[in-house]
């Protein structure tokens, strides 16, 4: 069974430009929870979508969103980009997102912004 | 809130050794705790899953604790070897959903 996978790995970008990343989630994955992780905050997480719909969130500004499509891949979205969004976006799938299910990460996207 | 805190924060050893890492959390009403290893610039790989009415889970090398009650939980590596350098990190799941509430991590150096 294929992992957790997450398109671009890279990205640099400048500061006042938006972003969209991507997450693939295991198959059969109805839950996916996305996370940023810093040198200095750590893993924070950001929101966690199952069905098409958000049922977390974190405690991010509305710069940060995101979306789920019928076939449980989700994006993130942040808008005009600042010097402290640099970091490691990572997502992770488990099957219905409760909590006593193991989470699977993907190998994350390394956000540069200048 | 929930707070979680690994301790120590790095650790340097030789090959061979056998080794804990703590982990330990403010509020106790867990599902689970999840022991991960991320490697430099990598994605985080699932070690372990305890639930929160188990004690412990073993895996190869590896064998983590859970005490709910005082807030605690081990990681014990046996006989360690280089390939296991990596930073470990703890979460714990407080809610019906699984959002993770993470420690910083343990930077582990295993030297041969």
């Known amino acids: 069974k294929a992992g957790v996978t997450q398109t671009p790995r890279y990205l640099i970008k400048t500061r006042g430009q938006q972003v969209t990343l991507s997450c693939s989630p295991i198959s059969g994955h109805r839950s996916v929870s996305w996370y940023q992780q810093t040198p200095g905050q750590g893993l924070q997480f950001l929101f966690e979508?199952?069905?098409?719909?958000?049922?977390n969130k974190g405690n991010f500004p509305g710069r940060f969103s995101g979306r789920q499509f019928s076939n449980s891949r989700s994006e993130m979205n942040v808008s005009t980009l600042e010097l402290g969004d640099s970091a490691l976006y990572l997502c992770a799938s488990s099957f219905s997102g409760e909590g006593q299910e193991t989470q699977y990460f993907g190998p994350g996207t390394r956000l540069l912004v200048l | 809130k929930q707070e979680v805190t690994q301790i120590p924060a790095a650790l340097s050893v030789p090959e061979g050794e056998n080794l804990v890492l703590n982990c330990s959390f403010t509020?106790?009403?867990?599902?689970?705790l999840q022991w991960f290893r991320q490697d430099p610039g990598k994605g985080l790989t699932s070690l372990l899953l305890i639930q929160s009415s188990q004690r412990e889970q073993t895996s190869g090398r590896l064998n983590a604790s859970l005490d709910k009650s005082s807030g605690r939980s081990t990681l014990y590596i046996a006989a360690s070897q280089p390939g296991d350098s990596a930073t470990y990190l703890c979460a714990v799941t407080d809610s019906g959903y699984s959002t993770l509430t993470f420690g910083k991590g343990t930077m582990l150096l295993v030297s041969p």
């Open positions: 509020d106790s009403a867990i599902y689970n």
């Open positions: 979508y199952f069905s098409e719909t958000q049922r």
